[in-house]
């Protein structure tokens, strides 16, 4: 069973249960939206002080936290007890690409270790991607009101037109970076 | 206590989900906007469309949460430039990170210390956004 558990689950497998689990949500009572714990967080931070935006009831998203915390302990779980022992199979033209751009071993880990770590951190181009990035994702997401989980899904489950507009921001932005800003980025 | 119970444990669920459909990681991302591999289409696609056909459901047959009140949805305010331009600058982040909010909480679990990094990023732009939203389009 663990065995079987631990290959890579297959798309028509990992994205059923995606919508399963923003069922279960709803089934307690709570939205499926994961970017809606970065704003209880800056106003549990004391942010109210800053802008009226972080000025709310934030013990009502304490649910969310919880539920992110389950994400951590799922990825914590999922590493420790049923890690897969192969590369990821990435497509041959993404794999030649990366190479090209010069990142060594795509694939055998989840992120290219040599920008996403500690010492990476410490070069541009690491530094960019992870503080450029996060901030990018951060504000991006409160402005569009919603990331992935909110808009992506949610949202688009409940047929919005402000979410498919969001998706199609997600795919603009997504779009640009991976094709003109990324390989200038690698290249630093 | 046993309400937080379940979202810590649907929350395990979806990080689970999300590791072991690779989700998390940025390889994937980057291919997926290449259109190098169906594999996010297929994940996202997919949830997409059992999700539709979930709410629908729930609508029809007027689905209680485990309390007895009704599952609500709330409709979003229509704008174009909010959600555009939001969204455009989300996508700049998720293409370079890699992760979105949920696979940056999933990541962390998964020993990558240095997401923290992005998280604490992420934080801040959610409060820069918070002090400059009243001038920005919306």
Known sequence: MIEYLSQPWPWYVAGPLIPLVMALL????????VSDTLRTTCSIG????????FDFDWKKQIWNLVFVAGAIIGGFIASTWLQQPDPI???????????????????????????????????????????IGGFLIGFGARYAGGCTSGHAISGLSNLQLPSLIAVIGFFIGGLIMTYFLLPVILSL | MMKYISYLSIGTFFGIIMTKSQAISWYRIYEMFRFDSFHMYGIIGSAVILGIISVALIKI?????????????????????RYLIGGTIFGLGWAMAGACPGPIYTL???GYGVILV??????LGTLTY????NRLPH
């Open chain 2, 118 to 123: 992005v998280l604490a990023s992420a934080l």
């Open chain 1, 89 to 131: 199979p990435l497509a041959q033209d993404t794999v030649a690409k990366l190479q090209e751009l010069g990142i060594q071993n795509p694939g055998d880990n989840y992120l290219p270790e040599e920008i996403f770590s500690w010492e990476g951190l410490f070069t541009l181009r690491g530094f960019i991607m992870m503080v």
């Open chain 2, 130 to 133: 918070g002090i400059l939203r």
């Open chain 2, 61 to 81: 047959y007027k689905v209680k949460t485990t309390e007895g009140t009704p599952i609500t949805f709330s409709p979003k305010n229509l704008s174009i430039p």
């Open chain 2, 108 to 110: 962390i679990g998964n």
């Open chain 1, 26 to 33: 709803l089934f307690v009572g709570k939205s499926f939206g």
């Open chain 1, 46 to 53: 004391g942010a109210g002080a800053f802008s009226d935006f």
